[in-house]
């Protein structure tokens, strides 16, 4: 699956992974997204210092919490805001200049996800959002997810006719059938993710095209099989007998505790002792049969 593009994990980039990874193509760089960050922390600090200022794309709100203490919450892009499910924290003291969007590690915020997507004429929605209450039920039929827990995110995209899961920490991408995908992406929501749901006309990428012709044939999983040898698969008669004495001795015992309450329960434990018995001796009859063709073997 080398026409799928996947970045591996590098630093604490995998804001960057998820979006590349998502989009199939190196559109995004660390310096890209944290250029964007700054962008939002100068639009968030002007209306920090500026209350009175009018901007169609920010918006200030003043809440008050449950003590006697005013907290200042600053939304860029209230639309955006909204259909991410989420809300931008900002201190109220102005000299605090620390940015929220992104930090030395290389974390970037949801609100850098969304812009970064909206550059590319895509946008980022809560899939608990009320404008995409469906996408949840039939998760088939949309294009591509972003999953975000703390400092991770991830991506999991539609290729061709096929669902690969892109996350920066595998080794390569995973196959995720269609009937798996409801689970998994219940299951990274049940673990704390939040899943988002990517909307808008998708780049063109060779995986698509190539995946549309010709889509990814997983084998068959099959269980292992464990060789089987003489010395160490079958019972030697000492072994044989005393196993089977146990047995016989324990369904004895169980037979008698359980008769009282279930009078057909001492029939079954006698048909299973004598299939029991029955296996014992087909075992030893190979022992003996194996041990029979050694000795012969030795003696020419």
Known sequence: MDYIFHE???DALCAVHCLNSLLQGQYFSAVDLSNIAQRLDEAERTVRLDPTVN???CVLESETAST???R????FNLKSTESLGLSTTASDDAADEKSKNCDDSGFFSVQVIYEALSIMGLELINCLSSRV????????EERGFICNYRVHWLAIRRLGTQWFNLNSLRSEPELV???YLSIYLAQLRTDGYTVFVVRGEFPSCVADEVLTLSPVTIPPIRPPVTPISPTNQILSATTLSQALQTANKDDRSASSASSISSPNTSMNMDEQQELDLAIA???QSQHE???GESHRNSNS
């Open 289 to 291: 049969h194996l041990t």
């Open 68 to 70: 006697s203490d005013s």
């Open 55 to 57: 901007s169609p794309s």
């Open 72 to 75: 200042t919450r600053v939304k």
């Open 281 to 283: 001796l087909s075992l």
């Open 177 to 179: 059938s269609d009937t």
């Open 133 to 140: 209450s469906d996408c949840l039920q039939s998760p088939t």
């Open 8 to 10: 591996k994990q590098e």
